[in-house]
């Protein structure tokens, strides 16, 4: 079946720091959804995108469907930046969402 | 910001029993979703509708039915609940074709 690959599955970052968050997908999908999931565990739409490259504040995202995977950067983390991030990906065929595993962020003082 | 709402927000419920988890949008969106997150599985996709009076299968919808009455609600229904369906489970609406999808703030649901 449709499948999302998410990594890393945990990652420890520093206050300042940044890093990237990737989602390889097995099949061809049309777009992709990234949520960070907050303590409380409401998921938060952060990003939608059905090609190339969207920023919002500290965050980036790419999504290449030729070569089937999303990237979310994240730059100069603070704190409230810890959470669960999730991608979701819409395959071809009809709007479902297909989750990968989540990243664990931690940001750390 | 899309509206997605749910209840009950929390829920026990003994072996056997039915339960009902009911959400509403304010959206008008056409497409409904329900999913459900357990550790180390993300969200699957157990139902979904396309607009009032239709249900389709997801990927994991053995034990569950859903029922679209109206465009604002879609409803998941056990009607034996089993401990193997304690979950938290997600909501969402989706205008439909390529389109962002909204989550309701789920139902974490205890089946003893």
């Known amino acids: 079946g449709d499948q999302v690959e998410q990594s890393p599955s945990a990652l420890s970052l520093h206050e300042g720091t940044g890093s990237a968050l990737r989602c390889n997908f097995t099949?061809?999908?049309?777009?992709v959804q990234w949520f960070q999931q907050n303590s409380r565990g409401s998921l938060i739409n952060l990003f939608y995108l059905a090609s190339g490259t969207k920023e919002n504040g500290r965050l980036k995202s790419t999504f290449n469907s030729k070569e089937s995977y999303s990237t979310l950067h994240i730059r100069d983390a603070q704190l409230e930046d810890s959470g669960t991030y999730f991608c979701?990906?819409?395959?071809?065929?009809?709007?479902?969402?297909?989750f990968g595993q989540g990243t664990s962020l931690s940001v750390v003082p | 910001e899309a509206a997605v709402t749910q209840s009950p927000r929390n829920k026990v419920a003994v072996t056997g029993g039915k339960v009902t988890l009911s959400c509403n949008q304010t959206?008008?969106?056409?497409?409904m979703y329900w999913y459900r997150q357990d550790t180390g599985h993300g969200l699957r996709l157990i139902h979904y509708?396309?607009?009032?009076?239709?249900?389709e299968k997801g990927d994991i919808p053995d034990g569950y039915k859903a029922s679209r009455p109206s465009q604002e609600n879609f409803s998941l229904i056990l009607e034996l609940a089993t401990p193997s369906q304690t979950s938290v489970y997600f909501c969402?609406?989706?205008?439909?074709?390529?389109?962002?999808?909204?989550f309701g703030p789920g139902t974490r649901l205890l089946v003893l």
């Open positions: 979701a990906a819409e395959p071809s065929s009809f709007s479902k969402l297909v």
């Open positions: 959206n008008n969106h056409n497409n």
């Open positions: 969402a609406s989706g205008g439909g074709g390529v389109d962002t999808q909204y």
């Open positions: 099949t061809t999908m049309r777009a």
């Open positions: 509708s396309y607009g009032a009076g239709s249900t």
